[in-house]
């Protein structure tokens, strides 16, 4: 039973257009979520995150945007640069848990191609 | 060198042999993690230690065998592994778990290829 899915697993947007990833998770105990970017032969690398009393967060041209009662968040990307083409993988935390909050639970990703 | 490192990057091994991957943070951090990401799949916990003591097995066969002999050194040791095994294994570490934004960075990954 996946808890965070991302249900496009690719996505393919002009350079200097909005960029739009979608996040769903079924977790009502999610209260923390993140977004990693990840470059071929490369690991994940954090690139924003947002906590439930927020409903948005930015940074530069990151804005992550949370929707509780739907329980989805999306990433917005804009301008997209050709540099942004990459697997975005959302992934999430309940920080209630019983031992700490190093369960972050991943989504499969969706690979972003900026057209130039 | 800064960030974590992990080696070898690519492995091929026989149902027989016995390897260990290992990975090293250069961020002082306290907790590490491996992640096993197959494809088509979300990156899966394996394992967890924070302050060197391990804390999470999340259901792993016994066939992998994590050693932690320091904050900064994480180790899986590999043995009598099954094709299936085959995917990208990935570690990562943060400051400690259970800090509120738990933001944990990652290595580059070793491939691994079962035969």
């Known amino acids: 039973d996946q808890q965070v899915k991302q249900n496009s697993p690719s996505l393919s947007v002009q350079e200097g257009r909005i960029s739009i990833l979608n996040c769903d998770y079924t977790?009502?105990?999610?209260?923390?979520f993140l977004w990693y970017k990840k470059y071929p032969a490369e690991g994940p690398t954090f690139l924003i995150s947002i906590s439930s009393i927020k409903d948005k967060n930015e940074d530069g041209r990151f804005t992550v945007f949370l929707n509780k009662s739907a329980k989805h968040l999306s990433l917005h990307i804009v301008p997209s640069q050709p540099g942004d083409s990459a697997v975005y993988f959302c992934a999430a935390i309940s920080t209630h848990s019983n031992f700490g909050n190093e369960k972050l639970t991943f989504g499969t990703g969706t690979r972003l191609t900026i057209i130039p | 060198e800064t960030g974590v490192t992990q080696t070898p990057r690519h492995l091929v091994m026989g149902m027989t042999n016995k390897k260990s991957l290992k990975c090293e943070q250069h961020?002082?951090?306290?907790?590490m993690y491996w992640y096993k990401q197959s494809a088509k799949k979300p990156l899966e916990l394996m394992f967890v230690?924070?302050?060197?003591?391990?804390?999470e097995n999340n259901s792993v066969p016994s066939r992998f065998s994590p050693e932690c002999p320091n904050s900064s050194h994480l180790f899986l040791h590999l043995h009598t592994l099954q094709p299936e095994d085959s995917a990208l294994y990935l570690c990562a570490s943060s400051q400690d778990f259970r800090e509120f934004d738990n933001i944990q960075y990652f290595g580059a990954g070793t491939r691994l290829s079962v035969l």
């Open positions: 977790n009502s105990m999610f209260d923390y």
């Open positions: 230690y924070n302050f060197k003591e391990q804390t």
């Open positions: 961020l002082g951090h306290n907790a």
